[in-house]
Nanobody, 115 residues
Framework: QVQLVESGGGLVQPGGSLRLSCAAS????????MAWYRQAPGKQRELVAT???????NYADSVKGRFTISRDNAKKTIYLQMNSLKAEDTAVYYC?????????WGQGTQVTVSS
């Protein structure tokens, strides 16, 4: 059974940093674009950043210059380094992957930015 498991969420003060991880596991024969999405209370889920298997990452305008997505293909893992966090970054962050010619979501990890 294929699954994506996120980790690294938590509570952080404004201006602080967090690093999220998402590991894909199971019977995987193809892993293409991976991404991070987030969903704040009362809002729609939005794209944060994407990273193809080979190529450049893309970011939402709201996180450019503050967040960095990266991946380790050998570990089937992506990361999201989040710096200069703001209250408006508070959300559940979800990992997403084009995997085995299908589309998968992780269970989400909560990020709360508050003093």
């Amino acid at each position: 059974q294929v699954q994506l498991v996120e980790s690294g969420g938590g509570l952080v003060q404004p201006g602080g940093s967090l690093r999220l991880s998402c590991a894909a596991s199971g019977s995987i024969f193809r892993l293409d674009t991976m991404a991070w999405y987030r969903q704040a209370p009362g809002k729609q889920r939005e794209l944060v950043a994407t990273i193809p298997r080979g190529g450049s990452a893309n970011y939402a305008d709201s996180v450019k210059g503050r967040f960095t997505i990266s991946r380790d293909n050998a570990k089937k893992t992506i990361y999201l380094q989040m710096n200069s966090l703001k209250a408006e970054d508070t959300a559940v962050y979800y990992c997403n992957a084009d995997l085995n010619y299908d589309h998968y979501w992780g269970q989400g990890t909560q990020v709360t930015v508050s003093s």
